[in-house]
């Protein structure tokens, strides 16, 4: 009898477990018609065969029942149905590492613990309902497009230990609640629209081992002194994110730091000798603020320092003789301060140095002989200082070199015999000192100075005007003042009749929530506000009065005509657009006169003005490669991503904006068809594009597509590789195309040649690959060129993994987070 009970109980449970394994089948089943993906990824999914389900890719069972799925990584795109939180077992999901789009809601499962959706394109909110979802330890919604205030039901994933929502659109201030997470051991909110003050409650969360609050936000005040007690830290990145006021000295309290980057910010005063106790510190950046006083002595116990970089700061005083006893000491850069006396000796002696920047000081002395004692030092720059004496020999036998600039100081001598042997160098800058001797070309092809009739500055230099004579510059200021007066007269009286029409007859359409009027944005579209004009409209700036900064651009070429070919239909697909890398449209305004397009503002205006004007020595070869990368995805979404897919039509370095930050956005996408129609435009051919980056097959076809984009996105690298624009540097009817494969004899390894010489580092295996890159975009045969997302998938190839690259630069946004449940590690952007 007790035997039949046990069977019957059994065969109860198997029925049971079975028909729920019916039901995970059939969830799955459903799931797959929303993927999009190459064959024959999920072939095992076979929709015939309920037996096999757990064997199938990416799924985990026990019991009978499905509790893990991991499809990361797997190049899939499509949507995610809500049907997925019927997996009411599992305990593990991951979709990360995909291209997956729409929203997303996990909700009713009460086992999971692990959900990492990051890395894909989804959008929307994140308000779900948590407390469903309890036990969660690790949620990752990095790298996404989800656009919306931070969540606060989060504040119920007690478990909680890992958070990382960092890489989306999140704006508002961080809602001082989330101190309240005390579990937490890695928190990520950088990347997003964040602002207002860092709220000091985060300082509760005692278990935090990392913590990630910069690059993209633009907070208000400066580094919560309550950070001081997080006793637990040992990755802090807050860089790049507008903090201002001193350095905390309660900094000093965290024992276990590791990291410390603080670059990039407005932060001012001296630095705390405090942070001497941060003995367990390997990487400190506190580069590009307005710290001011010496380098504490203090420093002398940072024995495990690697990385130390205080560079554009206004610090004066002595470098420390101690630095050259840091045992660990890799990168050093001080430069752009006020330092003075000499250059410690024994700097280099301890074997490890690999990069040593102290130019743009004052400093006196001689070059210490034993900075390449171990043959690692690939870049020493010490030009703009008040150096004197002989170069070092032994720099002569120090192989390792690829970048020297010692330039304008008061070297004297001969040049070191052994610099002709030194085949990896790329750079040499001697001029404006007192040398004598000689350099080998041979094998460096892109060695500078006046010794080798190689001026380093390729800027044209223009012959000074004669002087006018008083008379007439005397004539020439009345004259120019009364212009201005009749100018400035016209300007307002335009400007008072521009608004006199009254917000009333202007029509906003906002593509989200707003915290400002169109009498706002109509008060901003005034003569002195210009920041830019094109073949597009003129483009204005704006303060809000929230505080936000937009960019306001007045169409041309449209007038009164009561047909707007498409326009407004168009603009409405355009501003439901989400990316990352793509210029977000905030508004549309108009009347039966005007259009204004009202975007989000670009602080460090067009990549064109940035690499062709005076900042274009501060875009490293770093910086300039991940432009390539996030200006190559946006293209990639407008192409591959979007329905119907869009072409740009008029992309260009001028199209490719940058944030505070860097960060590459692609901008005036989809207006190209519609100034053609609307009226010709004086910068743009009156076709499609712009002079330099027009596809060949145009001139044939009239007709422009997305390998019409390709092609122009080929010019773009071209220009960065270079530094020199598309057109009117290489002589009549040639343009950058044409002088590449002329001067490279199109192989990749001749790209030193026509390498930007502003740049102090580019790695040659890099360069090569980039080139390769921009010579299959601009092929003459349209069907040759590669797609969007094959160019994507091309730069992402490199590995980018070398020391100097991820560290030494703070122009490049970077850090690294740490996966507590795979122990994964992911790049950040």
């Not at 659109?169 to 579990?183: A, N, Q």
């Not at 610090?315 to 420390?320: A, E, V």
């Not at 900042?615 to 991940?626: I, M, P, S, T």
Request: charged share 20%.
């Amino acid at each position: 009898m007790v035997l039949l009970i046990v069977l019957t109980l059994f065969s109860l449970l198997s029925t049971s477990c079975s028909a729920s394994l019916v039901t995970d089948f059939h969830v799955l089943v459903t799931l797959k018609k929303g993927f999009e993906f190459p064959e024959p990824l999920l072939s095992s999914w076979n929709s015939s065969n309920l037996s096999s389900v757990c064997s199938w890719a990416g799924i985990g069972c026990s019991r009978g029942r499905v509790v893990s799925l991991d499809l990361t990584d797997m190049n899939m795109c499509g949507s995610v149905s809500p049907q997925i939180s019927r997996l009411d077992r599992l305990a593990n999901l991951s979709l990360a590492g995909n291209n997956f789009t729409g929203s997303i809601e996990i909700a009713n499962l009460s086992d999971l613990r692990f959900l990492n959706i990051s890395n894909n394109q989804f959008n929307g909110h994140l308000d779900w309902n948590y407390a469903s979802i309890a036990n969660l330890e690790v949620f990752d919604a990095y790298d996404n497009n989800f656009t919306a205030l931070l969540p606060v039901g989060i504040l119920g994933l007690k478990k909680l230990r890992y958070l990382d929502l960092g890489g989306n659109y999140f704006y508002g201030k961080i809602p001082p609640s989330y101190g309240t997470l005390v579990g937490l051991e890695y928190l990520s909110l950088a990347g997003n629209d964040l602002n207002g003050k860092i709220p000091g409650e985060l300082g509760n969360l005692i278990n935090l081992r990392e913590i990630y609050l910069g690059y993209y936000n633009v907070f208000e005040g400066g580094i919560p002194i309550e950070f001081g007690n997080l006793a637990n830290l040992v990755h802090m990145d807050l860089s790049s994110c507008e903090l201002d006021g001193p350095i905390p000295q309660e900094l000093g309290n965290l024992k276990l730091l590791e990291t410390l980057y603080l670059h990039i910010n407005l932060l001012s005063g001296p630095i705390p000798k405090q942070l001497g106790n941060l003995t367990s510190l390997v990487y400190l950046d506190l580069s590009h603020n307005a710290l001011t006083g010496e380098i504490p002595p203090e420093f002398v116990n940072l024995k495990q320092l690697r990385l130390f970089n205080l560079f554009m700061n206004r610090l004066h005083g002595s470098i420390p003789d101690y630095l050259a006893d840091l045992p660990n000491l890799e990168i050093l850069g001080l430069w752009m301060n006020n330092f003075t006396g000499v250059i410690p000796e024994n700097l280099g002696r301890n074997g490890k140095l690999q990069s040593l920047d102290l130019s743009s000081n004052k400093l006196t002395g001689t070059i210490p002989r034993d900075l390449c004692a171990s043959n690692q030092l690939n870049k020493l720059v010490l030009m703009k200082n008040f150096l004197f004496g002989t170069i070092p020999e032994d720099l002569g036998k120090c192989y390792s070199l690829t970048r020297v600039r010692l330039g304008q100081n008061y070297l004297n001598g001969s040049i070191p015999n052994g610099f002709i042997y030194l085949q990896e160098l790329s750079l040499a800058e001697l001029q404006n000192n007192y040398l004598s001797g000689t350099l080998a070309e041979n094998g460096n092809p892109q060695l500078c100075g006046s010794l080798l009739n190689n001026p380093c500055n390729f800027t044209a230099i223009t012959s000074t005007p004669r002087k006018a004579p008083g008379d007439f510059k005397l004539i020439f200021a009345l004259g120019l003042l009364i212009c201005s007066l009749i100018f400035a007269t016209a300007a307002i009286i335009k400007a008072k009749s521009f608004k006199k029409s009254g917000a009333d007859s202007w029509k906003m359409t906002a593509f989200q929530k707003l915290e400002f009027t169109i009498s706002d944005i109509l008060e901003c579209v005034k003569d002195g506000n210009v920041i830019g004009r094109g073949g597009a409209g003129i483009v204005y700036h704006g303060k809000m009065p929230n505080g936000m900064e937009i960019a306001v651009k007045k169409l041309l070429g449209f007038g009164t005509s009561s047909h707007d070919h498409g326009f407004r239909a168009e603009i409405q697909t355009l501003g439901n657009i989400r990316h990352r890398n793509i210029v977000r449209l905030l508004a549309f305004c108009s009347n039966k006169e005007t259009n204004l397009l009202v975007y989000e503002y670009m602080r460090n205006g067009s990549l064109g003005e940035a690499l062709h004007g005076k900042k274009g020595a501060f875009l490293v070869w770093n910086l300039r490669y991940k432009i390539a990368i996030e200006a190559a995805k946006g293209l990639c979404y407008l192409h591959h991503d979007c329905s119907p897919l869009i072409v740009h039509r008029d992309v260009k370095s001028n199209n490719i904006l940058l944030n505070s930050s860097f960060e590459a956005h692609v901008a005036d996408f989809g207006l190209a068809k519609f100034l053609v129609d609307g009226g010709a435009s004086e910068c743009m051919s009156a076709i499609a594009g712009s002079y330099g980056y027009i596809a060949p097959e145009y001139a044939y076809t009239l007709r422009v597509d997305e390998k019409s984009d390709v092609y122009s996105f080929g010019v773009v690298i071209l220009e960065l590789i270079t530094g020199r624009r598309p057109v009117g540097d290489f002589g009549e009817g040639v343009d950058i195309v044409h002088w590449t494969k002329r001067v490279t004899n199109c192989r990749r390894e001749e790209v030193i040649r026509i390498a930007d010489p502003r740049l102090t580092t580019v790695p040659k295996d890099e360069a090569m690959h980039l080139l390769f890159i921009a010579m299959l975009c601009v092929q003459e045969n349209s069907i040759e060129r590669p797609t969007m997302r094959e160019v994507v998938q091309m730069l992402l190839e490199f590995p980018r993994h070398s020391p100097e690259y991820q560290s030494s630069s703070s122009s490049l946004p970077h850090y690294q987070r740490k996966n507590l449940a795979n122990e994964k590690n992911y790049p950040k952007k």
